[in-house]
C-alpha cells in the first residue's frame, strides 16, 4: 500500500520529524515521554493510507480512498478541527449579553523552569483566578461579587519557546449573594501586577519549600520587580470581540508554531518567523532541526492535564444555572452589537462533508467524473484489516 504522499511533500513539519525524530530519540531520551511518543508517532503518520482508509465507489467505476486523519492535538492538519469543536462548545457556555474583559497574567522567565509539569500548571491557573476575585473585592472597596472566570493556561511564546503564560476572559460584573447583578468595569493596573506577583510567589514559595535554589530564584523575582509587579494586560478589546473565544481557544488547540510561518528547511536546520514584543515586528530565526523538535515537543501537554478552567460563575457545577438567572436579568437587554451576538449563535460540529463544502465549496463524496454520489465501500484499519465492507 503506497502511503499519501502528497501529504507528506506539503507538511514541512512533518518532513521534519520524520527525518530526524528517531535520531533525536538516541540523543535526547530524557525529553521524551510516552506520551510525547504517542502524539509524535500520530502527527507523522496523519493522512497515509497505511494508517487507514475509508474507500468510496461510483456506479461509473471512479474509486476514492480518504485516509483517516490522527486527531492530534499537535497535528497542523487536525488542530483547525479541534479548535472549531471547541469554540462550538464555548458559545454553548459563555454569557451572551454580558461583556468580557481580556486579562494577560504572565511569568518572570528565571521561573518558567518551575512550570514544565501539571502540579506547577495547576497552581498557575488557580492563582490566576485567585488574583481576579481579589482585585475585583479591593476595588469595589469590600463588596462581595462573584465574576465568571474562563482561564487558559499557554506555555508557548511568539518564538515558540517555553513561555507559561494565562490568559483569562473575565465577566465585566458578578452576583451577590442576593443573585443580583453588579456591574465591575475597573481594573487598577498597579493592584493587579502587585497582587499577581504577591499571589504567584507564595504560592510558588510553599509548593518549593524544601528547594533552597527556588526559593533563592523566588526572592530575587520579588526584589527585581517590588516596585512594578509583574506584567499584566486587562485592557478592554477594541477589536477580535467577534472571535475572543476562537482566539483564545487556538492557543490550546493549535501547535505553537503554524505550518505558513516555517519557511525554510534544508534538511538540518529550519527557518521560520515571528512577531517580536513590544514592536510587533516580523523577525526570522534559524536553529538546528533538533533545536527545533525540542522547542516544539515541549508545549504538549501531559495526558489529562486541563488547559481550559472554569472557575466562579463559569464553574462547571453551577453554569447552566447561573446562566438562567443571568438570562432572566438581561432579558429585556440587547446584546453588545448585533455582530457580537451573532458569533454566540450555536453550529452544530461540522463533519468532513460539510467542512470542505463550507471552506472550499467542494463536496468530497461527489464523482469527479459524473457526479453522481460516491458510495461507501470499504474501511479499512490496519490493525484489524476490513472493518466494514459493502
Not at 17 to 39: C, S, T, Y
Not at 157 to 182: A, I, Q, Y
Not at 205 to 223: G, M, N, Q, V, Y
Not at 289 to 305: D, M, N, S, V, Y
Request: proline share 3%; with cysteine; net charge positive.
Amino acid at each position: 500500500m503506497i502511503d499519501n504522499l502528497p501529504i507528506y511533500h506539503k507538511n514541512r513539519l512533518i518532513q521534519i520529524f520524520q527525518g530526524h525524530w528517531e535520531q533525536f530519540k538516541r540523543f535526547h531520551p530524557d525529553l521524551v515521554d510516552d506520551n510525547i511518543e504517542a502524539n509524535v508517532q500520530k502527527m507523522m503518520g496523519c493522512g497515509m493510507f497505511s494508517n487507514g482508509y475509508a474507500e468510496y465507489r461510483c456506479s461509473c467505476g471512479y474509486i476514492k480512498k480518504v485516509p483517516f486523519s490522527c486527531k492530534s492535538r499537535f497535528c497542523l492538519r487536525c488542530s483547525k478541527v479541534y479548535t472549531d469543536n471547541w469554540v462550538a462548545k464555548m458559545k454553548q457556555t459563555i454569557f451572551a449579553k454580558v461583556n468580557h474583559r481580556h486579562i494577560i497574567l504572565t511569568v518572570p522567565g528565571s521561573l518558567w523552569k518551575y512550570f514544565h509539569n501539571p502540579r506547577t500548571l495547576k497552581l498557575l491557573a488557580d492563582s490566576g483566578a485567585e488574583l481576579v476575585q481579589e482585585v475585583c473585592h479591593i476595588c469595589l472597596k469590600g463588596k462581595q461579587i462573584e465574576l465568571g472566570i474562563i482561564l487558559v493556561t499557554q506555555t508557548a511564546g511568539r518564538k515558540s519557546t517555553w513561555n507559561p503564560h494565562l490568559h483569562l476572559l473575565v465577566t465585566e460584573g458578578g452576583l451577590d449573594k442576593d443573585n443580583h447583578w453588579r456591574d465591575f468595569y475597573y481594573f487598577d493596573y498597579k493592584i493587579l501586577r502587585k497582587k499577581w506577583m504577591y499571589i504567584l510567589l507564595s504560592a510558588l514559595k510553599k509548593t518549593f519549600s524544601s528547594d533552597s535554589e527556588a526559593l533563592r530564584l523566588i526572592d530575587e523575582a520579588f526584589k527585581t520587580n517590588a516596585t512594578m509587579g509583574f506584567i499584566a494586560r486587562a485592557k478592554k478589546e477594541k477589536v477580535r470581540k467577534t472571535d475572543i473565544i476562537g482566539y483564545l481557544i487556538k492557543y490550546v488547540a493549535s501547535p505553537p508554531i503554524a505550518l505558513y510561518r516555517i519557511t525554510g528547511y534544508n534538511g538540518e536546520y529550519v527557518e521560520y518567523w515571528y512577531r517580536e514584543h513590544p514592536t510587533d515586528r516580523q523577525v526570522s530565526t534559524k536553529v538546528s532541526a533538533f533545536e527545533f523538535i525540542t522547542r516544539l515537543i515541549q508545549h504538549i501537554p501531559p495526558k489529562g492535564l486541563k488547559l481550559i478552567r472554569h472557575y466562579g460563575l463559569y464553574a462547571r457545577c453551577k453554569a447552566k444555572k447561573v446562566k438562567e438567572i443571568i438570562d432572566k436579568i438581561f432579558k429585556l437587554v440587547k446584546a453588545v452589537s448585533q455582530e457580537f451576538f451573532s458569533f454566540f449563535k450555536v453550529d452544530l460540529a461540522l463533519n468532513y462533508q460539510d467542512r470542505l463544502k463550507k471552506s472550499f465549496n467542494i463536496d468530497p463524496f461527489k464523482c469527479s467524473l459524473c457526479g453522481n454520489k460516491l458510495i461507501l465501500y470499504e474501511v479499512w484499519h490496519p490493525k484489524h484489516g476490513a472493518i466494514y465492507n459493502i
